[in-house]
């Protein structure tokens, strides 16, 4: 029997702009998976190093590669937009540019997405040597299910190179907003009709450079931002969650109170902002490593500031 015809096909999207340091491992790990039926979109997002001449070496070995090279700058988020829409699998795996993929991340990943919309991985630590740092993303944030859009209301914790995800959800995620991070729009939308499913064993081998692209940008970002301009894309975020969630789902109320609270530090805005994330706080602080104490102050905080 001939595995690969009766075995769907898979997308590995890989986004990539100036990455040719760490480049040639990822795509080693990406093309000796154990699941084979997979096609590879690398967009290119005008590097200026030797990112695609690296991408051009792997596409001449491999007839499943395909390379996009970007006519101008399209931003991390973007990037990944239109690999995604490029993709013709029944499944889709984002990929950065700098991680390691052990070689039976996506067999696993496939084998228990199952009717989940999305199923992720744990991740663990490597220098710029290769090195195991010692600790796991879920060292750091709590990781777990996610099946109600409220989860998404400060963040959420299911990154996109550990994802493996259906085809259709992304398409249902589109556009990807730029006040999002794609991961967690994704995940987001996949609560609309299923859920995003955490596979509890290391499959990414994680690297933390100084030259991350993602982190870059966030910290960039984050250094330019007045307090005022961090309170006003809060509101945005929570209205562009509301305006995508749909009717039907009883959260939506619950959003559309959220968004009267944001809309000012009135008392009463003050008062029903802090009363819905008392109500709900073991759903919209799941992710956080917080203990019963600490959700309980982060609830108080929310009467004093909006986040």
């Not at 109600?148 to 190179?161: D, E």
């Not at 991070?181 to 933390?208: C, E, I, M, P």
């Not at 602080?285 to 309980?296: M, Q």
Request: charged share 20%; aromatic share 12%; with cysteine.
């Amino acid at each position: 029997m001939n595995i690969i015809a009766t075995t769907p096909l898979i997308s590995i999207v890989i986004a990539t702009y100036n990455g040719e340091r760490f480049l040639r491992k990822q795509l080693d790990s990406i093309v000796n998976q154990s699941y084979q039926n997979i096609e590879i979109i690398a967009v290119d997002d005008c590097s200026s190093d030797n990112t695609l001449n690296i991408l051009n070496e792997y596409a001449e070995r491999y007839n499943n590669f395909i390379i996009v090279s970007n006519d101008h700058n399209l931003g991390y988020i973007k990037n990944f937009e239109k690999g995604f829409l490029l993709a013709s699998g029944d499944y889709i795996a984002p990929s950065d540019q700098d991680d390691i993929w052990l070689v039976d991340k996506i067999e696993t990943l496939l084998h228990s997405i199952n009717g989940h919309a999305i199923a992720y991985c744990n991740s663990a630590f490597i220098d710029s040597n290769d090195e195991l740092i010692g600790d796991k993303l879920s060292d750091k944030t709590t990781f777990t299910d996610f099946d109600n859009p409220l989860m998404y209301v400060v963040g959420a914790s299911a990154p996109s190179h550990a994802m493996l995800l259906t085809r259709q959800v992304a398409l249902d995620a589109m556009p990807f907003p730029l006040l999002f991070s794609h991961d967690n729009w994704l995940g987001f939308v996949a609560t609309f009709h299923s859920s995003v499913k955490f596979v509890n064993q290391v499959l990414v081998y994680y690297r933390r450079h100084d030259t991350n692209v993602f982190s870059t940008i966030h910290k960039k970002k984050k250094l330019k931002e007045s307090k005022q301009q961090r309170i006003e894309k809060a509101k945005q975020r929570l209205n562009l969650i509301y305006d995508k969630c749909p009717s039907y789902l009883p959260e939506k109320k619950v959003l559309s109170q959220l968004v009267k609270s944001y809309q000012s530090y009135s008392l009463n805005n003050n008062l029903l902002r802090m009363y819905l994330f008392f109500r709900y706080r073991d759903i919209i602080l799941r992710y956080k490593k917080h203990n019963s104490l600490r959700r309980f102050l982060y609830c108080i905080k929310v009467f004093f500031k909006i986040i």
